[in-house]
DNA sequence: GTCGACTCGGGTAATTCGGGTC
DNA sequence: AATGTCCGAATTACCCGAGTCG
């Protein structure tokens, strides 16, 4: 487990010199910690940002834990859908984690990567397992992989600003699908939002409490299965009127439409995807970009 | 907890050699005590004001309470129970990291984490849900806290090697808590094996043809919790006659005696806990540990 | 008092620093 | 303007026999 790495490591790694890391890290480009000595540590999400940001090829992941391979050019995310399912099917982690990365490094943010590229993907995978082709075990060891991937994404965004708006949300009794609130969760935090996911199957009187007691900004919804919908619908309702009727609620997954019915609540929102979903979330908070440190 | 760290203890909690450590101490960058026979022994507080000036990673400015390090004796993860029940019940995933990397860093393995402060402590939780202390929603998120952490932890073992023995498994049908699984993958990880977790809330017909597919050489099966006892029953029945005869299948969690009753089988093994999990396997089939993992 | 684990201090090899030059 | 290479001084990491801790 290395947190902070040496100039060595980082320029190995990236296929520069050590000199040229320096200079980057002295200008400002590459944020440094500082040993008492005076040497350079540098952190590892500081060198993904930096890729991201430059779309500088990386020539020896493996130095910085990354997976081997990865920071190639890439093609589409919509062509690597097929390279994902095999290696989702097989239960190759770290060929996903490749995919997945690569178009990280490559540049694509989390909400571009969730959408068009794991959604997909897991939404083949369920059509396939409907039609017998892909086993029980093949689909929940999936999503066992995605969600790791999700937090790996996560772990290299930057920790949320203390004034940063507060989200939660959750999915409601009976649905154990957990990859959409946390995705949900991961694209508001790139976003910049202190986003919390309360995980899944949650009856709504506790989601209620929830609201009430961390009053965020924003609460959103995943519906993707719906096991008996008047009481859902019921408990949804309930759920509106126990909590603060300034509290927007964005409900999103397949069975959005379902649960809020033809509800004229102006606090509710249909998020129809996490693209929606994210237009919505500015449209109740926005949030100012922080400028890159160098103008360039 | 202990006001007085060892140079070791300090070092390797923030990541860097001793003798870096004693020199800084020598320079007066961290002051410290002095035992009569010339040992040093650092004040938290001091580890903690170095690591904010240096802006180290690893630990946070919050100091009061901090439970940093362990004595190398005693009962310190017991000790830290308090501290973990708190921070997961108020969804502060920082301080719940922080509790338990301490440990890790501290020379504690994952083995040990689990049994003694993870596995405890979401039984505490679980049965202050039960008595009405604890939201539902609060159980969930701390169990997602506690899986990102195990992530975390995972992430920084060695990956297995190439010729290390499989493992796999899982939870059935209707047991949907994923962390008991979870575990057992960590640690089986940490002990050398290629171990994967399907998942949980499995069909047995699924976990069979995974175990057909890929011929682990040992299957586990998690239980916490019981749906029709004669169901389950009645599908490990099934399990055990469509998988290899010879595949050792260890059944562990609340209810594993329940689920195995009084079978004789012989490839059958109750797994109290993750201690004697891991005794199974170590006697199914002995892992050389190979030179351990270079800190670099 | 025994004993295993830890720490001391000092020596050595490997990195890194900053700067100058190509 | 930007990158890669070279250099002496300083810093850090690793090692080991003797002494200390609990």
Chains 1, 2 share one sequence.
């Not at 997976?67 to 390279?83: D, F, H, I, K």
């Not at 949300?169 to 976003?191: F, N, Q």
């Not at 519906?223 to 409900?251: A, C, K, Q, W």
């Amino acid at each position: 487990m290395q947190e902070l790495l040496s100039p060595k490591q980082v320029a190995a790694s990236i296929g520069v010199s050590e000199s040229s890391l320096k200079r980057w890290c002295d200008q400002g480009v590459i944020t440094t910690e500082k040993t008492p000595g005076g040497h350079r540590r540098i952190r590892i999400r500081e060198v993904v940002r930096f890729l991201r940001e430059q779309s500088h090829p990386l020539v020896s992941p493996e130095a910085l834990g990354l997976p081997v391979g990865a920071g190639r050019r890439v093609a589409t995310l919509e062509s690597s859908r097929e390279a994902l399912l095999a290696s989702l099917e097989a239960g190759d982690h770290a060929a996903t984690r490749r995919v997945v990365l690569d178009h990280y490094l490559a540049g694509e943010g989390v909400l571009g990567l969730c959408e068009r590229l794991l959604a997909p993907t897991l939404h083949t995978i369920g059509d396939r397992w409907v039609c017998g082709a892909t086993e029980v075990y093949q689909e929940r060891r999936a999503c066992e992989s995605i969600n790791r991937v999700l937090f790996e994404l996560r772990s290299y965004l930057p920790a949320p600003s203390p004034d940063a708006p507060a989200a939660m949300g959750g999915s409601p009794t009976g649905d154990h699908y957990r990859l959409a609130t946390l995705m949900v969760e991961v694209v508001l935090a790139e976003e910049g939002w202190d986003a919390t996911s309360l995980g899944s199957s949650l009856p709504f009187a506790t989601m209620a409490t929830a609201a009430v007691r961390h009053q965020p900004q924003l609460f959103w919804l995943s519906v993707s299965h719906v096991h008996d919908i008047e009481e859902l619908r019921g408990g949804f309702n309930e759920f509106l009127e126990t909590t603060t009727p300034t509290m927007p609620v964005v409900v999103g997954g397949r069975e959005a439409r379902a649960v809020v019915g033809a509800s004229l609540n102006p606090r509710v929102h249909i998020g129809a995807n996490l693209t929606s979903l994210l237009e919505i979330a500015r449209g109740v908070h926005p949030i100012a970009k922080a400028t890159p440190p160098r103008g360039h």
